[in-house]
């Protein structure tokens, strides 16, 4: 099963509305990571939080992690129809020896004007 | 203007063909990655690469290959033997870190992958 999942798959919100989306993942982490990704482009980068925050600001972003809980939440405040795309979270994780960052499958956001 | 461009946008595959993607940066960043990602799903390593001349297998690097000979570039090519090819390929990179990936990543635009 997926180290990092997102929930919900899908959401739909109204323009000036606020998205929240989690991310709950297995194991432990060194920091978890959130991307947006607009249909058919790459992943852009928003947000990085290390194991030892709790909450994290930029812009409109806010991110929690609750590392007992291992989940991470992801808020978009005042959505506008731009918010439109998918969001990723990553987790950097050990394994094998070496560290590297795990994709969820995304949760697809839609903001309607 | 630095970034990472990957080309092309599409690739048509016959069978038994191989093909290469390309993916180049000038962010002067030593980590490079292979992603792929198919429809409604995340993203899969396929293999990474830490410093020229050296790489490692990802999750699913079976039927993939990759080659490490410049700092600014990290071809994909997907051979025969990857029976299932159709899908979204992303490149990124990252600064160099000294217990491997993990850094922030910088994506591509992608190349998307069609089988004729």
């Known amino acids: 099963s997926q180290q990092g999942e997102e929930d919900p798959q899908a959401l739909s919100i109204q323009e000036g509305e606020n998205a929240t989306m989690n991310c709950s993942y297995k194991?432990?982490?060194?920091?978890l990571q959130w991307y947006r990704q607009n249909s058919g482009r790459g992943l852009v980068h928003l947000i990085l939080?290390?194991?030892?925050?709790r909450e994290k600001h930029s812009g409109r972003l806010r991110v929690t992690l609750d590392t007992s809980k291992k989940s991470s939440s992801l808020l978009i405040t005042a959505s506008r129809a731009a918010d439109t795309a998918s969001y990723f979270c990553?987790?950097?994780?050990?394994?094998?020896?070496?560290?590297?960052?795990?994709f969820g499958k995304g949760t697809k956001l839609t903001v309607n004007p | 203007d630095g970034g990472i461009t990957q080309s092309p946008k599409y690739l048509f595959r016959k069978e038994g063909q191989n093909v290469t993607l390309s993916c180049e940066q000038n962010?002067?960043?030593?980590?490079m990655y292979w992603y792929r990602q198919d429809p409604g799903q995340g993203l899969r390593l396929i293999y990474y690469s830490q410093i020229v001349n050296d790489f490692q297998k990802g999750d699913i690097a079976e039927g993939y290959s990759v080659s490490r000979e410049k700092k600014e570039s990290f071809p994909l090519t997907v051979t025969s033997a990857q029976k299932n090819p159709t899908a979204f390929y992303l490149c990124?990179?990252?600064?160099?870190?000294?217990?491997?990936?993990?850094?922030?990543?910088?994506f591509g635009p992608g190349t998307r992958l069609l089988v004729l």
């Open positions: 939080i290390r194991s030892n925050e």
């Open positions: 990553a987790t950097r994780i050990t394994q094998g020896g070496s560290e590297k960052l795990v």
């Open positions: 962010l002067n960043h030593d980590a």
């Open positions: 990124a990179s990252s600064r160099f870190s000294l217990r491997g990936g993990g850094e922030t990543q910088y």
């Open positions: 194991t432990s982490i060194n920091n």
